[in-house]
C-alpha cells in the first residue's frame, strides 16, 4: 500500500499496531496502571536528583511530573468512569 505524502515508516507502524493480538481488558489495565507507576517513579527520582544531589535537568524534571500527573489523572478517570458503568449495570433491573 502506498499513499502518496506520508512516510513509509509510519504506514509500517500503522499496519504493525493494527497486527498486534488483542489482550483481555484485565490486562490492559494492568500494563495501563504498571505504565502510570513507572512514570511516577521516574518522576520522582528525577525530582530526587533535582533537590538532593542538584545533578537533574529542571526541564526534564518538570516534564516527568506534568507527565506522571497527566497518566495518574487519565488513569483516575477511567476508574471513576468504570466504577459509574458498574454501579449503573448493578441499578439494572432484571
Request: charged residues 20%; without cysteine.
Amino acid at each position: 500500500m502506498n499513499i502518496q505524502g506520508l512516510p513509509s515508516q509510519l504506514i509500517q507502524t500503522t499496519q504493525t499496531e493494527n497486527s498486534k493480538p488483542k489482550g483481555n481488558f484485565g490486562a490492559l489495565l494492568k500494563q495501563y496502571t504498571a505504565d502510570v507507576n513507572h512514570d511516577v517513579k521516574a518522576a520522582a527520582k528525577n525530582a530526587e536528583a533535582l533537590a538532593v544531589d542538584g545533578t537533574g535537568n529542571v526541564t526534564e524534571t518538570m516534564l516527568a511530573v506534568k507527565k506522571a500527573g497527566l497518566s495518574f489523572q487519565m488513569m483516575m478517570a477511567a476508574r471513576n468512569k468504570m466504577v459509574d458503568a458498574y454501579r449503573e449495570v448493578m441499578r439494572m433491573q432484571v
